[in-house]
């Protein structure tokens, strides 16, 4: 299964607001340190707004931050909220099927208890989990060097 880059970009907004929960991350900031476009984590972050994951703070000195500890976060709730297509064949999907095996095989069983053996996993693991190695985390994003918000050695 590959996740879209929504969600991809999800689960790293999370993350770096996890790891900077003691401040408030602005867009800009977060575009910076991934080097990813503005854009796109706007959409993102909007979406992590909408489903209850991440509260925004409008104005000047305003940013992102999680709206509930990260401890109480489960990466499989959050991929399932993101993901709007699991299925790993056709005949897992929704709609009509174009294979003529369908139903005849044990593909598609086999295919959906994979499926449900990777949101399993997922479900084992909060955003805390994800974070745990706090240190090298912030060092990756240039966190805590006195940087913090002025991104003077990126920007």
Do not use: W
């Not at 907004?13 to 984590?41: D, G, P």
């Not at 979406?47 to 500890?69: F, I």
């Amino acid at each position: 299964m590959r996740l879209t880059s929504h969600t991809d970009f999800a689960l790293r907004l999370l993350m770096s607001l996890a790891v900077m929960e003691e401040r408030l991350v602005t867009i800009e900031e977060l575009s910076t340190r991934h080097r990813l476009s503005r854009n796109h984590l706007m959409k993102v972050a909007q979406t992590l707004v909408s489903l209850g994951y991440v509260t925004g703070v409008r104005g000047r000195t305003g940013g992102l931050k999680l709206a509930k500890p990260a401890s109480a976060i489960r990466m499989g709730e959050v991929v399932r909220a993101l993901e709007d297509d699991t299925a790993l064949v056709e005949c897992l999907g929704d709609g009509p099927t174009t294979c003529i095996l369908s139903g005849a095989c044990l593909l598609t069983r086999t295919m959906g208890r994979a499926r449900e053996a990777f949101f399993a996993s997922l479900d084992e693991v909060t955003l805390a989990d994800l974070v745990a190695p706090r240190i090298l985390l912030r060092q990756r994003l240039g966190v805590g060097n006195g940087n913090e918000r002025g991104l003077a050695a990126t920007a």
